[in-house]
């Protein structure tokens, strides 16, 4: 797949606001999975793009955790 047409994908199948956070945090570990394909491509964003594939992770990190 191509990247553009990866990175339209998962922009478009973002959960919306009602989304379980299982859902969500599936979402974010996909998203950070490109980012680091990005990153791994190289060129001027590389290191945004691993910065933000790591807020990502993180994202998908707390979703996951069970409510105390």
């Not at 859902?23 to 933000?52: F, T």
């Amino acid at each position: 797949m191509s990247g553009l047409r990866e990175i339209t994908e998962v922009m478009l199948s973002q959960p919306g606001p009602h989304a379980p956070p299982s859902v969500v945090a599936a979402w974010y570990e996909r998203k950070a999975a490109l980012l680091d394909q990005l990153a791994e491509d190289g060129g001027p964003e590389a290191e945004w793009a691993k910065a933000q594939a790591r807020v990502a992770r993180e994202h998908a990190r707390v979703l996951w955790r069970p409510a105390a």
